[in-house]
């Protein structure tokens, strides 16, 4: 049997199977579902094995368990490493899904379920690619090394330790990825740059504790009002980032990359329609597109403090919290902008109150450019999977191991997402259209049999 009819004539058992890894509510945020992310991880190494991989491990790391297997029976040809996540998003708010979040459904084509697109339907493809592979051949045609992680979705701690540790282990001639999204349906994409990502959480205190807000209100400072004029500073009126310096490294795109970006078939409309807003807003002077790849932003995640339970509660709080975040582009160090945000927020503060600044995590963006021979072969592998022409593209997300694998071992990093940006990734109802799925695994089966040739 050829590659494509074997896959074809497994539609059903693959996605049972898929199916049943989306069932393990493997939520990396929560310490209740530990032993969920080790079933996750149990689950993913049984796959690895059948797959044809050999010394598959668990290993066990500060956080959650790394899974990793690797094949290299095929003397002479390249040798990929493959890298993804097992672990997913929190589900909540669980009464906005229309089918529980760990039960998956097919409706309409699509498979609902939290991890569907972001990352375990994605890391599905490959596993199954690599089945089909094996059962075609009798063997793996390529060299494969296989890395997936149960941290991504908390910022990757403990992966960098295990790369440093196995730095001889996991060299290869290319870093394949399937994390990220098509531009949309029917448009298979390489992605070859990514934002990058700090996160901070800032907690400003007034008052030593609550206050009667009539028997105080008037004379004392209100957190919750200063940092809610201070987060309202942070931006002007052409949605410009009011940080001092913040885009003074900012790369400017050649106007080659820049005509490329805007030939993409990418629709304003259907952004639009996703969105769901009455208007979009932007940093002035830049088209949509670049907004959304190739410009820095700084967003507020969350705020909270004082009441907000049922009924009024008349309170002055004592304290007031916001989670911020600012997505990085070349080549601005995460670093140096932890640093002037940082500044910058504490000169905006009032002496009324005090404060703390806290760095979560920082990520580097990463832009590289596909000209080593292996783009062309995953290009058209996506062709052939899909039938369709295939296009290289930026995206906003982060994946920040790409850049540390990238700068280590400088290697070319072949992003294949088979996701679509209204897929509802990180919300709920989050789904994969079947087509990208199936497309996917045809896509990566052509692609590691092409490697090979
Ligand atoms: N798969 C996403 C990253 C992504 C999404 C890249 C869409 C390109 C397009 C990944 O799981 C993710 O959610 N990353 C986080 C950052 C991470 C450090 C928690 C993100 O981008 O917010
Ligand atoms: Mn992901
Ligand atoms: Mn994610």
Request: hydrophobic residues 40%; aromatic residues 8%.
């Amino acid at each position: 049997m050829d590659l494509i009819q074997h896959i074809e004539s497994q539609r059903e058992s693959h996605l049972n199977e898929l199916k049943e890894f989306l069932r393990i509510p493997s939520v990396s945020a929560k310490s209740e579902h530990k032993k969920d992310i080790e079933q996750a991880a149990r689950w993913v190494a049984e796959k690895l094995r059948a797959a044809g991989l050999e010394k598959v491990e668990i290993t066990p790391t500060q956080m959650h368990p790394l899974v990793y297997g690797e094949s290299l029976r095929a003397p002479g040809k390249p040798t990929i490493l493959l890298y993804g996540h097992y672990d997913v998003q929190p589900a909540e708010p669980l009464d906005l899904w229309t089918s529980a979040p760990f039960e998956p459904e097919v409706r309409g084509g699509n498979l609902f379920g939290r991890g569907t697109a972001d990352d375990k339907g994605q890391v599905h493809i490959h596993l199954k690619a690599l089945e089909a592979l094996r059962a075609v051949h009798g063997h793996l045609p390529i060299n494969v090394k296989v890395m997936i992680e149960g941290e991504e979705e908390v910022g990757s701690v403990s992966l960098w330790d295990f790369v440093s540790r196995n730095r001889e282990r996991l060299r290869a001639d290319a870093l394949v990825v399937s994390d990220t999204s098509m531009l949309a349906k029917g448009v298979p994409s390489i992605t070859y740059g990514l934002r990058g990502l700090n996160y901070y959480e800032i907690a400003i205190t007034g008052p030593a504790q609550d206050l009667h807000s009539g028997v105080f209100g008037g004379a004392v400072p209100n957190p919750l009002t200063i940092l809610s004029e201070t987060i309202a500073k942070l931006h002007d009126r052409d949605f410009r980032v009011t940080v001092p310096g913040f885009y003074d490294d900012v790369a400017k795109i050649p106007r080659e990359e820049r005509k490329a970006l805007h030939s993409l078939p990418w629709k304003e409309k259907e952004f639009r329609r996703t969105v769901g807003a009455p208007g979009l807003c932007g940093e002035k002077g830049f088209s949509i597109v670049e907004q959304l790849w190739i410009r820095p932003t700084l967003e507020l995640n969350g705020i909270w403090g004082g009441y907000t339970g049922e009924g009024a509660k008349t309170v002055i709080p004592s304290k007031a919290h916001a989670k911020l975040s600012t997505r990085l582009v070349p080549n601005q160090d995460p670093k140096k902008i932890a640093r002037l945000v940082e500044r910058h927020i504490r000169k905006l503060l009032p002496k009324t109150v005090t404060h703390t600044f806290e760095v979560l995590s920082t990520g580097k963006p990463w832009v590289a450019p596909y000209t080593h021979p292996v783009f062309q072969k995953a290009l058209h592998a996506l062709e052939a999977g899909f039938g369709k022409k295939a296009v290289f593209i930026r995206e906003g997300g982060s994946i920040p191991f790409v850049t540390q694998m990238h700068d280590t071992f400088r290697v070319p990093c072949v992003l294949l997402g088979f996701g679509l940006p209204d897929e509802n990734a990180h919300a709920p109802d989050e789904h994969i259209a079947l087509d990208n799925y199936y497309g996917g695994i045809k896509a990566v089966a052509l692609f590691y049999e092409e490697l090979a040739a």
